[in-house]
Nanobody
Framework: QAQLVESGGGLVQAGGSLRLSCAAS????????MGWFRQAPGKEREFVAA????????YYADPVKGRFTISRDNAKNTVYLQMNSLKPEDTAVYYC?????????????????WGQGTQVTVSS
């Protein structure tokens, strides 16, 4: 059974950094595009970043461009999200997801597998 497990969330002060990891198992996720989404209380789940199966293409939501970096290590079946210069508005539950589609998707409904999420809280 395919499984995605996020880790690395926590409490950090504004301006700080965190690195999220998403470990995949049960399938060969090296052939899947991978994405990070986040959901704050009372808000819809929103796109954060995505990376193609090869790692050759990356995509970012405007609010995180220049601060977040998505990467992957297919040998370890792991995707990362390096988050720098964190702001209080980055506070949310962060989810990783896997998509086996034709193009790298930036909407939740395109993704086939989801992790359980990890909480990121940025204090001001």
């Amino acid at each position: 059974q395919a499984q995605l497990v996020e880790s690395g969330g926590g409490l950090v002060q504004a301006g700080g950094s965190l690195r999220l990891s998403c470990a995949a198992s049960g399938r060969t996720f090296s052939s899947y595009d991978m994405g990070w989404f986040r959901q704050a209380p009372g808000k819809e789940r929103e796109f954060v970043a995505a990376i193609s199966w090869s790692g050759g293409s990356t995509y970012y939501a405007d609010p995180v461009k220049g601060r977040f970096t998505i990467s992957r290590d297919n040998a370890k079946n792991t995707v990362y999200l390096q988050m720098n210069s964190l702001k209080p508005e980055d506070t949310a539950v962060y989810y990783c997801a896997a998509d086996h589609g034709e193009v790298v998707a930036q909407v939740p409904y395109e993704y086939d597998y989801w992790g359980q999420g990890t909480q990121v809280t940025v204090s001001s």
